[in-house]
Every structure is written in C-alpha cells, then in structure tokens.
C-alpha cells in the first residue's frame, strides 16, 4: 500500500467512526424535551415569587449538539441537535411545572432587573447519551440551588441531582435518545419539587414558616438526591 492510500484510508476510518455515532439522521434534526409533569400537592407554599434561571454547563453540555460518551470517549452530533442548550431546557420545564404546582404564587425567568425575591439556578455537569456495548442510557447530573436574594440572602436549597434511564437498545437511534432524556428531566423535575417542598414543610413545623422575605428561615440540608 502505498502512503498516499495507507493516509486516506485512516481518514476514512476517523470520518466513520465520528459519522457512526448515531448514524440515522438526516442533516440538522432538532429534539425537545416533552413529557407530562407529575403532580405536585404540597402542604407548604412559599410567599413570594421566584424567578427561574438558564441553568449553567460545563462543556460539552455548554451547546445545543447532542453529545454521546463511550467509556472515556466524548463525540458530537452535529446531525442531531437539540432546540436548545440543555440548560435552557431543563430550566423552561421547571419553571412550567413550578407553575402547575403553586408551590410559588409565580414561576418566571428573570424579568425585573431588580430580580425577585426568590432565584433558582443550577449547573448541568452531565446531559449525555451514554454508550455501554450495545445499549445505551440518558444521564443527567446537575447542581440545583434556592437562594433568597432580599432581606436576609441566604441559600434555603442546595442539592446535586443524578438521574439516569434504563439501557435503550436502541444505542444508535437519537429519538430514542430524545425520549430517554425527556424522562429522565421528568424524574429530575419530580425530585426537585418534592425538596423545594421539603424545605417548606420543614420550616413550617420547626415554626419559622415559608417567612416573610420570600422564602423558609431556616436552609435544607445539602445531600445527593438519586
């Protein structure tokens, strides 16, 4: 073989290998997030409003490209994208199921530049489609933080948050991918309802009450939540 031939096939064999990864889309397919949320009936509500953040994300969950990981391996499909960055994603479902729930009077990204009395943020540090032979699962890891932000600022919740799906055989086929992950932001959703909740009712019976300047006296205790 000659060199000429022996580097072009190596680069067929890179080109392939980065094309293969989910190999079935047409150019530029996009994917939403959609599931119908759980209902949330909670004891406790907070006073005040809270304003919902575009979550942050370390790369390469920083950008709208599905991403797939292979054992250390991290590749790309610029093929399939999302509709949006992750982080905007789960953001927008939270502050529609905050709403559905009352568990604040209102549930709204940032408006008033003085902010509300209320902020919830977080930072995905996973949202990937993870490859395990021939199957593979949705993955999400994030940081979830409550912090009131008039009166007295304090962080009332701080909590990280892993939720994974069940293997898909479906390891190639991104719809599968996009279905996988919109239940696993659904589980994500439930779980941080059910602690922002939590923190209510806990103020509530040691006696400070969801509190006057926006949110529970007393702070929840940061754990993993799996």
Same mark, same amino acid.
């Given at each position: 073989?000659?060199?000429?031939? /022996?580097?072009?096939?190596?680069? @067929?064999?890179?080109?392939?290998?980065?094309?293969?990864?989910?190999?079935? +889309?047409?150019?530029?397919?996009?994917?939403?997030?959609?599931?119908?949320?759980?209902?949330?009936?909670?004891?406790? +509500?907070?006073? +005040?409003?809270?304003?919902?953040?575009?979550?942050?994300?370390v790369a390469p969950y920083d950008r709208p490209e599905m991403v797939v990981t292979d054992g250390g391996e991290v590749s790309f499909s610029r093929?399939?994208?999302?509709?949006?960055?992750?982080?905007?994603?789960?953001?927008?479902r939270l502050t529609r199921d905050l709403g559905a729930d009352r568990l604040f009077p209102l549930a709204v990204s940032p408006r008033d530049p003085e902010g509300a009395p209320l902020e919830l943020s977080g930072t995905l540090y996973r949202f990937d489609w993870q490859r395990e032979g021939k199957s593979a699962r949705a993955v999400v890891q994030a940081d979830v933080v409550l912090r009131r932000t008039r009166g007295h600022p304090e962080v009332l919740l701080h909590r990280r948050y892993e939720a994974s799906s069940e293997p898909q055989e479906a390891a190639d086929d991104a719809a599968a991918? +996009?279905? /996988?992950?919109?239940g696993?932001?659904?589980?994500?959703?439930?779980?941080?309802?059910?602690?922002?909740?939590?923190?209510?009712?806990? @103020?509530?019976?040691?006696?400070?009450?969801?509190?006057a300047n926006g949110g529970p006296d007393r702070p929840a205790d940061a754990a993993d939540a799996r």
């Open positions: 073989m000659s060199p000429r031939t /022996a580097l072009w096939s190596l680069a @067929a064999i890179v080109v392939t290998g980065c094309a293969s990864i989910l190999p079935k +889309a047409p150019p530029q397919t996009f994917y939403d997030v959609e599931y119908h949320p759980e209902p949330l009936d909670c004891a406790e +509500a907070y006073p +005040a409003p809270v304003e919902v953040w575009n979550f942050t994300a093929g399939h994208q999302w509709v949006d960055r992750p982080g905007v994603l789960v953001a927008q991918f +996009a279905r /996988a992950m919109s696993v932001v659904a589980r994500l959703s439930t779980r941080v309802r059910r602690d922002l909740c939590a923190t209510a009712v806990a @103020a509530a019976r040691a006696g400070s009450g969801p509190g």
